[in-house]
T-cell receptor
């Protein structure tokens, strides 16, 4: 079965430092991978996706993610963190079949301190 | 110009009651979804409709019944509410089912007392 794992419940980083939020996946076939962000009491916002092509994907708000097939990872990165980046981040993989179903990781809380 | 809207935003009700949550999208998408987010923030798909046809029906109690009157609307009706139904319910939509990202509504926080 398709699955994603986010090994860290929380990531703490100082403002201005680079940040990484980790995601690993387990799929059969080529993965369709997504990152979403959820601010408190809000819905999820799409950040970026990997479907095919360049392994480095650029998304909204200065975020990017690197697809690594050999390590089955899709880590989210940003060169310089902002306090306003503090939120809950979800990695997701599209399930097999043609339903569009997304399987989400358990989420990682990013805390950026001034 | 809200893309995906849900009503109500908050819903507090007693066990045994029946309630509905409404969702509307103005993005012209043809696929809509309902997700449940539990107290630990875990997200799980419940239902999905494509062009008013039910295409995902996860292991959800049959007290939950989705209804899609047209492509822009997907409502969720819940009968005989139980304490365990307390959660945040999110509606989402996408342009197709393949590689397209989903756009989420603001959520409905359901509290069953």
């Amino acid at each position: 079965a398709q699955s994603v794992a986010q090994p860290e419940d929380q990531v703490n980083v100082a403002e201005g430092n680079p940040l990484t939020v980790k995601c690993t996946y387990s799929v059969s076939g080529n993965p369709y991978l997504f990152w979403y962000v959820q601010y408190p009491n809000r819905g999820l916002q799409f950040l970026l996706k990997y479907i095919t092509g360049d392994n480095l994907v650029k998304g909204s708000y200065g975020f990017e993610a690197e697809f690594n097939k050999s390590q089955t990872s899709f880590h989210l990165k940003k060169p310089s963190a902002l306090v306003s980046d503090s939120a809950l981040y979800f990695c997701a993989v599209r399930d097999r079949g043609n339903t569009g179903k997304l399987i989400f990781g358990q989420g990682t809380t990013l805390q950026v301190k001034p | 110009d809200t893309a995906v809207s849900q009503t109500p935003k908050y819903l507090v009700t007693q066990m045994g009651n029946d309630k509905s949550i409404k969702c509307e999208q103005n993005l012209g998408h043809d696929t809509m979804y309902w997700y449940k987010q539990d107290s630990k923030k875990f997200l799980k798909i419940m239902f999905s409709y494509n062009n008013k046809e039910l295409i995902i029906n996860e292991t959800v109690p049959n007290r939950f019944s989705p209804k899609s009157p047209d492509k822009a609307h997907l409502n969720l009706h819940i009968n005989s509410l139980e304490l365990g139904d307390s959660a945040v319910y999110f509606c989402a939509s996408s342009l197709g089912r393949a590689a397209y990202e989903q756009y989420f509504g603001p959520g409905t926080r359901l509290t069953v007392t």
